[in-house]
C-alpha cells in the first residue's frame, strides 16, 4: 500500500480541571491517504472534533494537553514541529472547515479581509489579487452577488451563508488534507449537495485527502471510502464503509445505523434509540465504556477495556477492525443473517 499522506500514532488529548482529568481523546491511530475520504462518526462528545484540532495544533493549552507517539505528514511530524512551522502548514496544506458558522468568523473583520488574508499569507498575493480570486471562491460555493459580499460584515450574512464562506476559505489553497467538520450542518439539501460536489471535484482534480466529520451518516454512505467510529474517546471500529453499514461489528454501531430513519419505516412506531446517556470521561473506570448501554455486555466487558483489534469478516474475507469482545460472535451472526 502507497505511503500514507497523514499518519497518527496513539494520539490523546486530557483536560486538566478542578473536577478531575478528562480524557477527551484516548489512544486513537489512523491513516489518511491521497484522494480518499474517511469518515468519522459518532454521538457528540466522542473526541471527533478534539481529535482534529489536536493535530493542527489547535487544542488551548492549558488546560489542553495533547501527546501523540507520532502526528506525520508526509516527512514532518506536526506533533514535534514549532509554532510557526506548524502555522505555514495549518489552512494552507491542511486546511480545516470548523464546526459552527456562527463564531468562527471574527466579528470585527469584513468577510473580503478574512479571505483575503489566507492568500497574501500563504500564496503572497497581492491584496487586489487575493480579492478576485477569493470572490471566485465565494462562488464556487454558491454564495449570490460574491463581490458585493466581500464588503459584508459576518452578522449580516445568514449562518448557511457564514458556514460557506468558511468552505470557501478552506478552500482557497487548494489544501492537500481538508479536514471537514459538519461541513453541511447549517445548509439547505440544495446547498449540501453542491457542497458535497465541489468537494468531490476538489478531490478527483487535486487528490485532496478529506477527514470527513458528521452525524449524518448518509453523507458517510455517499462520500467515505472508510468509516471510523469513535466512542468516548476511543475509536471503537474502524472499516471499509460498505463493511461497515452491512455488517457491523460493534453495539454501538449498530446502535447508531438502527436510529437512522427509512423511508419504508413504518411511521407509527417511534425511532430506534440508544438506551442511556455517554459516560462520564472523568476518571472513567476500567472496562468498555459502552457496556452501560450495550445489550451483550458481560462481565468481561466490564473488567477490562477491549482493544481495538483485527477480526475477518466471515462474508468477505476483508480484515477489520473492532474494540467489542464479542466481535466475532457479531460477525459470524451478520454471516448466518446473509445466508437465509
Same mark, same amino acid.
Given at each position: 500500500?502507497?505511503?500514507?499522506?497523514?499518519?497518527?500514532?496513539?494520539?490523546?488529548?486530557? +483536560?486538566?480541571?478542578? %473536577?478531575? !482529568?478528562?480524557?477527551?481523546?484516548?489512544?486513537? *491511530?489512523? $491513516?489518511?491517504?491521497?484522494?480518499?475520504?474517511?469518515?468519522?462518526?459518532?454521538? !457528540?462528545?466522542?473526541?471527533?472534533?478534539?481529535?482534529?484540532?489536536?493535530?493542527?495544533?489547535?487544542?488551548?493549552?492549558?488546560?489542553?494537553?495533547?501527546?501523540?507517539?507520532?502526528?506525520? +505528514?508526509?516527512?514532518?511530524?506536526?506533533?514535534?514541529?514549532?509554532?510557526?512551522?506548524? /502555522?505555514?502548514?495549518?489552512?494552507?496544506?491542511?486546511?480545516?472547515?470548523?464546526?459552527?458558522?456562527?463564531? !468562527?468568523?471574527?466579528?470585527?473583520?469584513?468577510?473580503?479581509?478574512?479571505?483575503? $488574508?489566507?492568500?497574501?499569507? %500563504?500564496?503572497?498575493?497581492?491584496? !487586489?489579487?487575493?480579492?478576485?480570486?477569493?470572490?471566485?471562491?465565494?462562488?464556487?460555493?454558491?454564495?449570490?452577488?460574491?463581490?458585493?459580499?466581500?464588503?459584508?460584515?459576518?452578522?449580516?450574512?445568514?449562518?448557511?451563508?457564514?458556514?460557506?464562506?468558511?468552505?470557501?476559505?478552506?478552500?482557497?489553497?487548494?489544501? &492537500?488534507?481538508?479536514?471537514?467538520?459538519?461541513?453541511?450542518?447549517?445548509?439547505?439539501?440544495?446547498?449540501?449537495?453542491?457542497?458535497?460536489?465541489?468537494?468531490?471535484?476538489?478531490?478527483? /482534480? %487535486?487528490?485532496?485527502?478529506?477527514?470527513?466529520?458528521?452525524?449524518?451518516?448518509?453523507?458517510?454512505?455517499?462520500?467515505?471510502? /472508510?468509516?471510523?467510529?469513535?466512542?468516548?474517546?476511543?475509536?471503537?471500529?474502524?472499516?471499509?464503509?460498505?463493511?461497515?453499514?452491512?455488517?457491523?461489528? %460493534?453495539?454501538?454501531?449498530?446502535?447508531?445505523?438502527?436510529?437512522?430513519? *427509512? +423511508?419504508?419505516?413504518?411511521?407509527?412506531?417511534?425511532?430506534?434509540?440508544?438506551?442511556?446517556?455517554?459516560?462520564?470521561?472523568?476518571?472513567?473506570?476500567?472496562?468498555?465504556? +459502552?457496556?452501560?448501554?450495550?445489550?451483550?455486555?458481560?462481565?468481561?466487558?466490564?473488567?477490562?477495556?477491549?482493544?481495538?483489534?483485527?477480526?475477518?469478516?466471515?462474508?468477505?474475507?476483508? &480484515?477489520?477492525?473492532?474494540?467489542?469482545?464479542?466481535?466475532?460472535?457479531?460477525?459470524? &451472526?451478520?454471516?448466518?443473517?446473509?445466508? /437465509?
Amino acid at each position: 500500500m502507497a505511503t500514507p499522506m497523514l499518519s497518527v500514532r496513539d494520539l490523546s488529548v486530557r +483536560f486538566d480541571t478542578p %473536577h478531575g !482529568s478528562v480524557r477527551a481523546v484516548d489512544g486513537v *491511530s489512523f $491513516e489518511l491517504h491521497e484522494g480518499e475520504t474517511l469518515g468519522l462518526v459518532g454521538e !457528540s462528545g466522542s473526541g471527533k472534533s478534539v481529535t482534529n484540532l489536536a493535530l493542527l495544533g489547535l487544542v488551548p493549552s492549558p488546560p489542553g494537553v495533547v501527546e501523540a507517539r507520532e502526528v506525520r +505528514f508526509g516527512e514532518r511530524d506536526l506533533a514535534t514541529l514549532p509554532p510557526a512551522e506548524l /502555522r505555514r502548514i495549518r489552512g494552507n496544506e491542511i486546511a480545516m472547515i470548523f464546526q459552527d458558522p456562527m463564531t !468562527s468568523l471574527n466579528p470585527l473583520l469584513t468577510v473580503g479581509r478574512q479571505l483575503t $488574508e489566507v492568500l497574501e499569507e %500563504h500564496r503572497g498575493l497581492s491584496r !487586489s489579487e487575493a480579492r478576485t480570486l477569493c470572490a471566485r471562491g465565494l462562488g464556487d460555493v454558491g454564495i449570490p452577488e460574491p463581490e458585493a459580499r466581500l464588503d459584508a460584515w459576518p452578522h449580516e450574512l445568514s449562518g448557511g451563508m457564514r458556514q460557506r464562506v468558511m468552505i470557501a476559505m478552506a478552500l482557497l489553497c487548494r489544501p &492537500r488534507v481538508l479536514i471537514a467538520d459538519e461541513p453541511t450542518t447549517a445548509l439547505d439539501v440544495t446547498i449540501q449537495a453542491q457542497i458535497l460536489e465541489l468537494l468531490a471535484d476538489l478531490q478527483e /482534480r %487535486h487528490g485532496t485527502a478529506i477527514v470527513l466529520i458528521t452525524h449524518d451518516l448518509g453523507v458517510v454512505a455517499g462520500m467515505a471510502d /472508510r468509516v471510523h467510529v469513535m466512542y468516548a474517546g476511543r475509536l471503537v471500529e474502524a472499516a471499509r464503509t460498505d463493511d461497515l453499514f452491512g455488517r457491523p461489528l %460493534h453495539p454501538y454501531t449498530e446502535g447508531l445505523l438502527a436510529s437512522v430513519p *427509512s +423511508f419504508d419505516g413504518d411511521p407509527t412506531q417511534a425511532l430506534a434509540s440508544i438506551p442511556g446517556q455517554p459516560p462520564d470521561l472523568v476518571d472513567l473506570p476500567p472496562g468498555c465504556a +459502552f457496556a452501560p448501554r450495550c445489550p451483550l455486555a458481560s462481565d468481561a466487558c466490564r473488567a477490562r477495556t477491549p482493544l481495538l483489534e483485527e477480526v475477518t469478516d466471515p462474508r468477505s474475507s476483508r &480484515r477489520r477492525r473492532s474494540a467489542c469482545l464479542d466481535a466475532l460472535a457479531l460477525a459470524e &451472526r451478520h454471516a448466518g443473517e446473509a445466508s /437465509r
